[in-house]
């Protein structure tokens, strides 16, 4: 059996899809990624199968000069679409949402090429909106989903969001001893997600600096480039514990050890935090539809996250919910026993399975 797996080009699609590469290995004869070209820098690696690349497009609604150089880009790329679904022959494609799926799945559909798509969000988006009315099956993360999709809920099937197999929980001597941590201290992980987040970067290092009890902090920053140096510096004349990353591979090290977690609200990082059944301060990204707003919303509903809104963002809510949550074990303790009455899924297996029995 032949895989063609085609993403867009943030960590939120390329994750999944990742995982579901690795999951489906042993059970295919060839696997390619498709990936737009902006990822070629080489940064994704596969450990099977191989990566091709297409030219992306940021097409919107909105006529004007940058939408024709736009549409451009759009129609190059879905020529390199059809060259790579000609030439590697699937026996399936599937599909991880944005803009740059959309024709790849179009020209299996128009071969008659078994499809699926799966959609990491609460709510879809545009691209998976449209596609989940011509694929063959419809894969989503959170059991509300299905309620957005004007299709027949017979083609929808609850998988979760597939995670990598390496991200799992690590002891503690071992991770005191990777990040040179002391045992007794609290400690804070703060993520803006796969390309970080200047705002959440600035306003978390103003407030953990001018933290209560910051000598009692251990901070892992996960920063993306452009504000590493500037947090480096601020944290060690704050001399705060601190080890920051523009990009962290390891995850399972940073969740393992984590007594608290600040971040954004990308579906990848939620089903990470409920993996590791972690205390979350959210503050959603403001755009792209809202999705954030909404995958937010199954943690707060389920009692294991607090909510800042961005517009809201200062240093002061930041710092004053920090504080709040130092000062109260018993309420970390139950926003962490909150995980426990969700339902365990192994999403990348069950994913797999939809995608074998289409063949």
Same mark, same amino acid.
């Given at each position: 059996?032949?895989?063609?797996?085609?993403?867009?080009?943030?960590?939120?699609?390329?994750?999944?899809?990742?995982?579901?590469?690795?999951?489906?290995?042993?059970?295919?004869?060839?696997?390619?990624?498709?990936?737009?070209?902006?990822?070629?820098?080489?940064?994704?690696?596969?450990?099977?199968?191989?990566?091709?690349?297409?030219?992306?497009?940021?097409?919107?609604?909105?006529?004007?000069?940058?939408?024709?150089?736009?549409?451009?880009?759009?129609?190059?790329?879905?020529?390199?679409?059809?060259?790579?679904?000609?030439?590697?022959?699937?026996?399936?494609?599937?599909?991880?949402?944005?803009?740059?799926?959309?024709?790849?799945?179009?020209?299996?559909?128009?071969?008659?090429?078994?499809?699926?798509i799966h959609e990491q969000n609460?709510?879809?988006?545009?691209?998976?909106?449209?596609?989940?009315?011509?694929?063959?099956?419809?894969?989503?993360?959170?059991?509300?989903? /299905? !309620?957005?999709?004007?299709?027949?809920?017979?083609?929808?099937? *609850? =998988?979760?969001?597939?995670? %990598?197999? $390496? #991200?799992?929980?690590?002891?503690?001597?071992?991770?005191?001893?990777?990040?040179?941590?002391?045992?007794?201290?609290?400690?804070?992980?703060?993520?803006?997600?796969?390309? /970080? !987040?200047?705002?959440?970067?600035?306003?978390?290092?103003?407030? *953990? =600096?001018?933290?209560?009890? %910051?000598? $009692? #902090?251990?901070?892992?920053?996960?920063?993306?480039?452009?504000?590493?140096?500037?947090?480096?510096?601020?944290?060690?004349?704050?001399?705060?514990?601190?080890?920051?990353f523009g990009f962290f591979p390891d995850m399972?090290?940073?969740?393992?050890?984590?007594?608290?977690?600040?971040? %954004?609200?990308?579906?990848?990082?939620?089903?990470?935090?409920?993996?590791?059944?972690?205390?979350?301060?959210?503050?959603?990204?403001?755009?792209?539809?809202?999705?954030?707003?909404?995958?937010?919303?199954?943690?707060?509903?389920?009692?294991?996250?607090?909510?800042?809104?961005?517009?809201?963002?200062?240093?002061?809510?930041?710092?004053?919910?920090?504080?709040?949550?130092?000062?109260?074990?018993?309420?970390?303790?139950?926003?962490?026993?909150?995980?426990?009455?969700?339902?365990?899924?192994?999403?990348?297996?069950?994913?797999?399975?939809?995608?074998?029995?289409?063949?």
């Amino acid at each position: 059996m032949r895989v063609l797996l085609v993403t867009g080009s943030s960590g939120g699609h390329i994750f999944p899809a990742l995982a579901l590469m690795d999951r489906l290995k042993d059970s295919c004869a060839d696997l390619l990624m498709v990936l737009p070209n902006k990822n070629s820098s080489g940064k994704i690696a596969v450990g099977c199968g191989s990566i091709r690349y297409i030219h992306d497009s940021r097409l919107g609604l909105k006529l004007g000069s940058k939408n024709i150089r736009e549409a451009y880009f759009f129609l190059i790329g879905a020529w390199e679409s059809l060259r790579a679904l000609i030439e590697f022959k699937p026996d399936v494609v599937v599909g991880f949402g944005s803009l740059n799926t959309v024709a790849l799945l179009f020209w299996a559909w128009l071969f008659r090429i078994k499809t699926i798509i799966h959609e990491q969000n609460v709510v879809p988006g545009r691209a998976n909106r449209l596609l989940a009315k011509f694929v063959d099956k419809v894969a989503v993360s959170f059991a509300q989903t /299905g !309620s957005y999709l004007n299709i027949s809920q017979q083609k929808v099937v *609850l =998988t979760g969001n597939p995670l %990598r197999k $390496d #991200l799992v929980k690590v002891g503690r001597k071992e991770v005191l001893d990777f990040f040179d941590f002391k045992e007794g201290k609290f400690n804070i992980l703060i993520t803006g997600g796969s390309q /970080g !987040s200047h705002k959440l970067n600035t306003v978390c290092c103003a407030a *953990l =600096t001018a933290c209560h009890k %910051r000598n $009692d #902090l251990q901070l892992i920053h996960i920063s993306g480039e452009q504000d590493l140096a500037l947090l480096k510096q601020s944290y060690a004349q704050a001399q705060i514990t601190h080890k920051v990353f523009g990009f962290f591979p390891d995850m399972q090290y940073a969740y393992s050890i984590a007594d608290l977690v600040v971040c %954004r609200a990308g579906a990848t990082t939620i089903a990470e935090l409920q993996r590791f059944g972690l205390p979350a301060l959210l503050i959603p990204y403001p755009f792209a539809y809202g999705h954030q707003l909404n995958n937010a919303r199954v943690l707060l509903e389920g009692g294991s996250a607090l909510l800042i809104l961005d517009e809201e963002l200062c240093v002061e809510k930041i710092r004053d919910k920090i504080n709040e949550l130092m000062n109260e074990p018993q309420k970390l303790n139950d926003m962490r026993q909150a995980y426990a009455r969700a339902r365990s899924i192994d999403a990348a297996g069950l994913l797999a399975d939809e995608v074998l029995n289409l063949n």
